[in-house]
């Protein structure tokens, strides 16, 4: 049996003023061949409260629909509990990253990641300002 290796790195995006959505495919696939795995997982978690991360078909068209679907599930201009103990704005950013999920965890076969020829990872700023967004990778599995 080979031995496991675990490789971490961190990964940093900017996104802008929410919903922002911004394919990170690539950056994930340049992590995951640092890491020299062939077999195993790659997990990949956004740090904070307002960002997600999930995968879709990055086009413009489908994009644009996950906008407005989120905003429909947790519109930005109703009253939410949150912003009358912060009177941030920002109500409805936790609850849409609630909604979806800060983490993936993704199968990798043969040194890349098995994704579907449409389906791309996607990070989510939900948030009502512009954020700088930390993503912690880590890929565990055998060479």
């Known amino acids: 049996m080979e031995p496991v290796s675990i490789f971490y ?3 940093e995006v900017k996104l802008n003023t929410g919903p922002d959505v911004m394919d990170i495919t690539s950056e994930l696939n340049r992590l995951l061949q640092a890491s020299e795995v062939s077999t195993g997982v790659l997990s990949a978690c ?3 409260s307002t960002g997600s991360l999930t995968t879709i078909e990055y086009e413009p068209g489908v994009i644009e629909d996950f906008k407005a679907a989120l905003n429909r599930l947790a519109p930005p201009d109703i009253e939410y509990a949150h912003e009358k103990a912060w009177h941030d704005g920002n109500g ?3 609850v ?3 909604l979806m999920s800060p983490s993936i965890v993704l199968p990798v076969r043969n ?3 098995k994704l579907g020829t449409w389906q791309q990872v996607v990070a989510v700023n939900h948030d009502n ?4 967004r930390s993503i912690e990778v880590t890929v565990t599995g055998t060479a």
């Open 9 to 11: 790195r961190t990964l």
């Open 129 to 132: 300002r512009p954020r700088n």
């Open 111 to 113: 040194g890349v990641l």
């Open 92 to 94: 409805h950013s936790h």
């Open 96 to 98: 849409q990253a609630a």
């Open 46 to 48: 956004m740090v904070g």
